[in-house]
């Protein structure tokens, strides 16, 4: 009964209706990390439409791993492993190059590299691209209007790193075109694609447990939410004291009996209006 009276307290309502199920503004994204540890690289990189992965990267491989079927959007094949090239070539490079300037500050220690790239859909028609370094975990430089700028964090490193990429104006323009055309195109062709995916709703469930006490004479009780899509949803706790709950247990208990009581009540009065009418003869 009180788990049943708790449970009703909570009241649980989906947020957002937004028409491809994301809050504005709305991006696609990759990120990508290498980390160079007992002498050999690893790469790892994934896709994701909002907050949502559809794609994942197979280093085996070199080849993109699409999670949902409308994962590809509208790109043909030959985009797609044109996309894959490009990206692999990019892993290559950056790796190469980081080698060549880092290495020899970090000897003997793991070295994490992370990569974000992507755009942003801004009132569904405009597109900012954007694309960030990060190195052991801390901003290092970003992409931004043809030019590499470095982090504050990156210090004199990151202002040399800058320096030097933003001589490579073949390397420069291709990263320009990734951002302001292929990654648009792509991101569009997604949400087109993945449209009755991402306009799905479903409801919350809610569910609760027992958690460590707080302490004697006391119960800690969790409220669980889980199971809902989109993500945002609002969940409100409404706490009862414990005497309350006693009064409400002790009028479900009454009212339970007097209903009892009535139904036995009401089965006498019939069987004994029943017996007497039967025994009238008929004429």
């Keep these: ?169 073949g390397s420069i323009e291709r990263v320009h075109w990734l951002l302001s055309d292929t990654f648009p195109r792509f991101a569009l062709g997604l949400f087109d694609a993945g449209k009755a995916h991402l306009q799905r709703r479903v409801k919350p469930e809610a569910w609760l447990s027992s958690g460590p006490s707080p302490g004697p004479g006391h119960l800690l009780l969790v409220c669980h939410v889980s199971g809902f899509y989109p993500k945002p949803v609002w969940v409100m706790w409404m706490r009862a004291p414990h005497s309350a709950l006693g009064w409400i247990l002790s009028a479900v208990i009454v009212a339970l009996a007097l209903l009892t009581g009535l139904g036995f009540w009401f089965r006498k009065c019939w069987t004994h209006c029943e017996a007497p009418c039967s025994a009238v003869p008929l004429k």
Aim: with cysteine; glycine share 8%.
């Design 1 to 169: 009964m009180l788990f049943l009276l708790l449970l009703l307290l909570a009241a649980l309502v989906p947020g957002s209706d937004s028409e491809i199920g994301f809050e504005e503004p709305v991006y696609y994204h990759i990120i990508h990390t290498s980390s160079f540890c007992n002498n050999s690289w690893v790469h790892m990189g994934s896709g994701w439409l909002g907050e949502l992965q559809i794609h994942s990267w197979n280093s085996s491989s070199c080849t993109f791993i699409y999670l949902y079927p409308w994962s590809r959007g509208h790109f043909s094949d030959k985009e797609l492993i044109d996309l894959e090239k490009f990206f692999w070539v990019h892993i290559i490079g950056v790796k190469d190059f980081f080698t060549d300037h880092f290495m020899s500050e970090y000897p003997g220690d793991q070295i994490d590299l992370q990569m974000a790239a992507g755009c942003e859909l801004h009132s569904g028609k405009f597109f900012l691209g954007f694309k960030q370094v990060a190195i052991q975990g801390s901003d290092f430089m970003s992409f931004q209007n043809k030019t590499w700028l470095p982090s504050p964090k990156g210090g004199r490193k990151a202002q040399k790193i800058c320096k030097a990429l933003n001589l490579r104006q």
